[in-house]
């Protein structure tokens, strides 16, 4: 097993010379993109290093083909914390899973993995938006033991100032921005209007778009333009059945999903109305 050098002096002097300050792990997923980000945040040191290994053993049972662990927010990584993303990679290979960092910019992160030779060992990003925009979409980027949701919540958004990306988070009947699952970057510029090639682009990956009432104009860095679906059948039935959603005050996507299902729409109101979004 790969074992990094025992840079002692850093760990020791800040195990006995303060109390640890604020930890924190933060974990993100992308089924969609086959891609999981732990961001970790305050010391990686001879106390929290278990807590993270511990964290990716977590993640290996979703199976995502690509791990990215952001270390931007990290003021202080000990030997242990080497040890401890040595391990990791290790583990995730050994899965057929690659494991990336983000946020080696900072000395303290940096230093310690120049001094150990590790720098050129990991597959490294300057940040974890960039190690996003190069990984989703790869051909191994893929986790095919994830199924994908029935529909999600579809968003234009200006990516780093730079570029204008379609992003697709967790549905919300109320259209708000929740946790992202994919994105598809458009190639135009953030210098541009919007596009309006959302339905072409959800095409090439198999999805439909429904068109929201109140998309607004495009300003901002984030503007939302409907829901995407993998079931053409509930996208029709969407466009179908859209004056009734409206007269019974209920998003047409998941009355949708509960007419195909079969259940009529006074049936389906009163599911919904009781807590369940969609069928199971």
Same mark, same amino acid.
């Given at each position: 097993m790969t074992t990094v050098p025992d840079p002692a002096r850093w760990e020791a002097n800040q195990l006995t010379s303060s109390p640890q300050p604020a930890w924190k792990l933060s974990v993100r997923h992308y089924p969609a993109a086959g891609i999981c980000a732990v961001v970790v945040e305050g010391e990686l040191d001879l106390l929290t290093a278990p807590l993270l290994e511990q964290c990716f053993r977590q993640q290996l049972h979703a199976a995502p083909a690509h791990l990215i662990v952001d270390l931007e927010s990290v003021r202080f990584?000990?030997?242990?914390?080497?040890?401890?993303?040595? #391990?990791? #990679?290790?583990?995730? %290979?050994?899965? *057929? /899973? #690659?494991?990336?960092?983000?946020?080696?910019?900072? %000395?303290?992160?940096?230093? +310690? /993995?120049?001094?150990? &030779?590790?720098?050129?060992?990991?597959?490294?990003? =300057?940040?974890?938006?960039?190690? /996003?925009? %190069?990984?989703?979409?790869? @051909?191994?980027?893929?986790? @095919? %033991?994830?199924? =994908? =949701?029935?529909?999600?919540?579809?968003?234009? #958004?200006?990516?780093?100032?730079?570029?204008?990306?379609?992003?697709?988070?967790?549905?919300?009947? &109320?259209?708000?921005? *929740?946790?992202? /699952?994919?994105?598809?970057?458009?190639?135009? =510029?953030?210098?541009?209007?919007? +596009?309006d090639t959302a339905q072409e682009l959800l095409a090439a990956h198999d999805l439909w778009v429904f068109p929201d009432a109140a998309q607004g104009p495009a300003t901002g860095g984030r503007h939302r333009i409907g829901y995407a679906c993998a079931d053409a059948e509930l996208v029709v039935t969407a466009h179908l059945i859209r004056d009734d959603a409206a007269e019974a005050g209920l998003n047409p996507i998941m009355l949708a999903a509960w007419v195909v299902a079969g259940y009529s729409t006074t049936t389906a109101a009163g599911w919904i109305r009781a807590g369940c979004s969609f069928p199971h």
């Open positions: 990584v000990g030997s242990s914390g080497l040890n401890c993303l040595v #391990r990791a #990679r290790q583990l995730i %290979q050994a899965k *057929g /899973m #690659r494991l990336h960092l983000a946020g080696l910019s900072s %000395q303290a992160v940096a230093v +310690p /993995m120049t001094i150990t &030779g590790l720098a050129g060992v990991f597959s490294t990003y =300057p940040t974890l938006a960039h190690a /996003m925009m %190069q990984l989703v979409g790869r @051909p191994d980027a893929t986790s @095919p %033991q994830v199924v =994908p =949701p029935l529909a999600f919540t579809a968003f234009w #958004r200006c990516l780093l100032g730079s570029v204008w990306i379609l992003e697709l988070c967790e549905f919300d009947a &109320g259209g708000e921005h *929740g946790t992202i /699952m994919d994105w598809i970057n458009s190639g135009v =510029p953030a210098t541009r209007p919007a +596009p």
